[in-house]
């Protein structure tokens, strides 16, 4: 597999206009500017002093991004070791103390319930392999979102509450929603009943 360089701009906050490098391979799909954009017009007055989780990080757009608008800490899982070794470039080009990054499978970092529960969960997975389904499933069981947390998914169809139900959801709503191309993305919210 013939495996390049490529470049995303953090689009917003404090790294504003900062190009970071990446692995170009078939496998990572970057979250597209305007999405982020959306996404974070969405979070516009959340990001603050909040904790992230971005599983399946890939090239990082989105944990850059949420470290550029204030976040916290941001934790981002990527377990293929090349695309891992940019992430951690990209965190010594930024200077930032606050992103730790593990290299793991999303999965087997789901398996944990030892973990202080997240804010927010950026779950972006490889489209048509059901790891959606089966992250979902881990967040609920194992409590990784705090009691106001909220899930940011981005998928190759559109999210239904049939869906987040029948993945043990039951606590949580679609709060936004919208498609771009061929990425269904949506804001999910706990919400206690």
């Known amino acids: 597999m013939h495996i390049k360089n490529s470049i995303f701009k953090i689009i917003g906050g404090k ?3 900062r190009k970071l490098n ?8 970057p979250t597209p500017n305007k999405i982020r954009e959306t996404l974070f017009n969405w979070l516009q007055f959340e990001t603050r002093s909040k904790t992230f989780l971005d599983l399946f990080s890939g090239s990082g757009a989105l944990s850059f991004e949420a470290l550029s608008r204030g976040a916290k800490q941001v934790t981002s899982i990527e377990k293929d070791t090349s695309t891992f070794s940019f992430l951690k470039q990209n965190k010594q080009l930024l200077k930032v103390n606050n992103l730790t990054i593990i290299n ?3 999965f087997i970092f789901l398996d944990k319930n030892t973990i202080t529960p997240f804010d927010f969960i950026l779950l972006d997975p490889p489209f048509n392999k059901n790891h959606l389904s089966k992250a979902l499933k881990l967040i609920a069981k194992n409590n990784f979102l705090t009691n106001n947390g909220k899930i940011y998914v981005e998928s190759e169809f559109k999210i ?3 869906f987040l139900t ?5 606590e949580v709503k679609i709060n936004k ?3 771009s191309g061929a990425v269904h993305y949506c804001l999910l919210e706990k919400s206690l009943h």
Request: charged letters at 45%; proline letters at 0%; a positive charge.
């Open 15 to 17: 790294h504003r206009g």
């Open 104 to 106: 793991q499978d999303a």
């Open 177 to 179: 929603q919208k498609k």
């Open 166 to 170: 029948e993945n043990f959801l039951k």
């Open 22 to 29: 990446f692995t170009d391979t078939d496998r990572l799909r």
């Open 160 to 162: 239904t509450m049939d």
